[in-house]
């Protein structure tokens, strides 16, 4: 059985990493083959999920680490059809935000704890500071991490959908969100179409992303190599197969390729954000 469930992690490690994937050694761990199996998931069949899954999947979200048991993190879960239409529209029309059995919104959330220091008579001059809020966003994407894991582990696939900040404002105001209190990304959870061609998409090469002791820069063979790599993907997948020009200059070139996410240090600020 070890040796089985080997050659399927070693499957999954040649996916996500090519000729230069790591071994298996013989590895038996269910959680690592959730973990390494992970693709986005944008097209869902109809179907929900049950109570008391989504029950669990909260639970393991609350269960992930917490920046001195602060509990920064809210979700806001949008089962009003209305609403999934609206914030579709705000996400550039995602279709998937409609067709998922479940939609989460996270949310970095200092209000609770505002709340309590201010009754209990104490100031709150430290929160004004960038790590107060860079502490909130670490701890939703501990816990939403922790969710995605836990409804993977169930076997429903998942898309974590970013582009609620491209109307950050609306979608503050659709979700009746206080003061201190910032929407990072939603999550979809459902049922995934075996129609939809999306596979385990290629990462950077170990000898890229780790590091031991300092930091070293890639080599030139390093870096062609990744792009080999997810070029491939893309036109497996008929998409566009340049990902430096159709992905990652779309994103950084211009501010404009932000789509309207320039301006989020201004709404940080007026929900009470100063980010000194």
């Known amino acids: 059985m070890t040796e089985v469930i080997s050659n399927v992690l070693q499957e999954l490690l040649y996916k996500r990493y090519g000729a230069a994937a790591p071994a298996a050694d013989g590895a038996d761990n269910p959680t690592l083959e959730v973990l390494l199996r992970h693709r986005t998931v944008r097209n869902y069949l109809p179907g929900t999920v049950s109570e008391s899954e989504l029950r669990l999947i909260l639970a ?24 999934r239409d609206r ?23 200092w209000s609770r704890n505002v709340a309590i220091a201010t009754e209990h008579g104490h100031t709150i001059e430290a929160t004004s500071y960038l790590d107060s809020a860079i502490s909130g966003i670490v701890d939703v994407t ?16 998942i898309t974590f959908v970013g582009a609620l900040r491209n109307n950050i404002d609306a979608v503050i105001e659709a979700l009746a969100l206080p003061a201190w209190t910032f929407p990072v990304y939603g999550l979809a959870i459902g049922i995934p179409d075996p129609a939809d061609p999306a596979d385990i998409k290629p990462r950077y090469g170990q000898s890229v992303v780790v590091h ?24 497996e997948q008929e998409l566009p197969a340049d990902w430096v020009k159709n992905r990652l200059a779309g994103r950084i070139s211009t501010k404009e390729s932000l789509h309207g996410r320039q301006h989020i240090r201004r709404t940080f600020n007026n929900q009470g954000f100063e980010l000194r």
């Open 87 to 109: 914030l579709s529209e705000l996400a550039g029309g995602q279709q998937l935000i409609r067709d998922a059995a479940v939609f989460l919104v996270w949310i970095a959330d």
């Open 142 to 157: 501990l816990s939403a991490q922790n969710a995605a894991v836990a409804a993977e582990s169930l076997g429903y696939g």
């Open 212 to 235: 031991r002791n300092t930091y070293t820069p890639p080599t030139a063979a390093d870096v062609d190599d990744y792009l080999a790599r997810i070029n491939t993907y893309y036109r």
């Open 60 to 83: 393991a979200a609350q269960s992930a680490s917490t920046s001195a048991n602060f509990q920064f993190t809210s979700v806001v879960v949008v089962d009003d059809p209305v609403l």
